[in-house]
């Protein structure tokens, strides 16, 4: 069975940072690109990074370029997103996604359950 | 980047009814289109990928078209279980982006 576990959201201050973890498991971790989305409470969904199965390539978006950074470690079959400089605006469930794909997407099949951040003083 | 404009936000519908929810993005994503189900307090749940393409294990019940700006997700023979927020997303081009949501309620 393919599943992803996520980890390390909790309570943080403004401006301090975070780093987040997904194992994924039932797959073939490095054949899978990884993608983290996150759902502010009540609101809808936000793509936030990507990396590709390598590792070698990643992207993201414009609210989190120059403050978030995706990275991997195939041999622990686990991606991480590592969040500094946190704003109140990034309060969300954060969930990491399987890619059907190992470099560009071709969507996203496999969720995790997701982990919480709340930022605030 | 490309914006994708879901209705619409809601809907309610009764047992059996088949309601349809469209997607459209602000330009061309030819197939690239994936349909997600998100129940209260869960993660979302691929439904549909490649614009028509079902996923393993999701029921006939739940059918996607389109191609290129204008995308529909149908739901027939709507039962309680269905009761969720649907999304679409568009991965022809980074960054990924979502639909606002449409709220079915059975």
Not at chain 1, 80 to 108: H, I, P, W
Not at chain 2, 67 to 77: A, M, R
């Amino acid at each position: 069975e393919v599943q992803l576990l996520e980890s390390g959201g909790g309570l943080v201050q403004p401006g301090k940072s975070l780093r987040l973890s997904c194992v994924g498991s039932g797959f073939s971790f490095h054949s899978s690109a990884m993608s983290w989305v996150r759902q502010a409470p009540g609101k809808g969904l936000e793509w936030v990074s990507a990396i590709t199965g390598s590792g070698a390539g990643n992207q993201y978006a414009d609210s989190v370029k120059g403050r978030f950074i995706i990275s991997r470690d195939n041999s622990k079959n686990t991606v991480y997103l590592q969040m500094n400089r946190l704003r109140a605006e990034d309060t969300a469930v954060y969930y990491c996604a399987k890619d059907r794909s190992s470099g560009s997407s071709l969507g996203l099949d496999v969720w995790g359950q997701g982990t919480t951040v709340t930022v605030s003083s | 980047e490309i914006q994708l404009t879901q209705t619409p936000s809601s809907l309610s519908a009764s047992v059996g009814d088949t309601v349809t929810i469209t997607c459209r993005a602000s330009q061309v994503i030819h197939h690239y289109m994936g349909w997600f189900q998100q129940r209260p307090g869960e993660a979302p749940k691929s439904l549909i990928y490649s614009a028509s393409t079902l996923e393993n294990g999701v029921p006939s019940k739940f059918s996607g078209r389109g191609s290129g700006t204008d995308f529909t997700l149908t739901i027939s023979s709507l039962q309680p279980e269905d009761s969720a927020t649907y999304y679409c997303q568009q991965y022809s081009t980074y960054p990924l982006s979502f639909g606002g949501g449409t709220k079915v309620q059975i």
